[in-house]
């Protein structure tokens, strides 16, 4: 890793301390910044030279194409590739979406713009679920998880595999967006693993 991108990754990238949309943002601006560095390089072979607000640069591109006419001797913008020329790829950097396969499967709601009530709301959106799906860490949710473990057949056989895609549903049928919040499979069969 070259000091200049170390640079960009200890300036962007906090140890702890940010929301998860504070983290996003960052995420996404650490992918700009390092796709200009190491992009600018390897296409070219010097190094990024300029400032990080491509959405400026972009925007004075389409002002000096449409003033030409009027100042013919204006100076213009060679050798940038104007990104708002091009259809976007569909790409998301950071939090993805649950698929509709996994939604369905594990008995999750999906998002609805009255749901930014409730706890982790951006986290939710961009998972497209109406609660967050996080790891099981409200003291509300490790209780759940105890009851569930003495209670619930799919929770504690001790003969077989438990069937954690049912036993997703059940969690996610007390879920409320407040202290008890969704899972998939992945996340309550990873606790139940460090238990046995």
Not at 14 to 28: D, M, N, Q, W
Not at 115 to 122: G, L, T, V, W, Y
Not at 138 to 149: G, Q, V
Request: charged share 20%; glycine share 6%.
């Amino acid at each position: 890793m070259s000091a200049t991108a170390f640079a960009v990754r200890q300036r962007h990238l906090p140890i702890s301390g940010i929301s998860a949309r504070h983290a996003s943002a960052r995420l996404r601006d650490f992918v700009l910044m390092h796709n200009l560095v190491v992009g600018t390089l390897n296409r070219t072979g010097t190094v990024y030279k300029g400032h990080f607000d491509v959405w400026l640069i972009n925007h004075l591109q389409l002002q000096l194409e449409a003033t030409q006419h009027l100042i013919p001797e204006a100076q213009r913008l060679t050798g940038w590739i104007n990104g708002d020329l091009y259809i976007p790829a569909g790409e998301r950097i950071g939090i993805l979406l649950v698929p509709d396969s996994i939604r369905v499967t594990a008995d999750i709601e999906s998002y609805h713009a009255e749901d930014r009530q409730f706890k982790h709301a951006f986290l939710a959106q961009q998972q497209g679920t109406k609660f967050a799906v996080v790891a099981i860490h409200t003291t509300a949710e490790k209780a759940l998880f105890k009851k569930l473990l003495q209670e619930n057949p799919l929770f504690n056989q001790r003969n077989s595999i438990p069937d954690w895609k049912q036993a997703s549903k059940i969690w996610n049928r007390e879920a409320n967006g407040q202290e008890i919040f969704y899972k998939v499979c992945s996340s309550i069969c990873c606790l139940a693993l460090s238990i046995y």
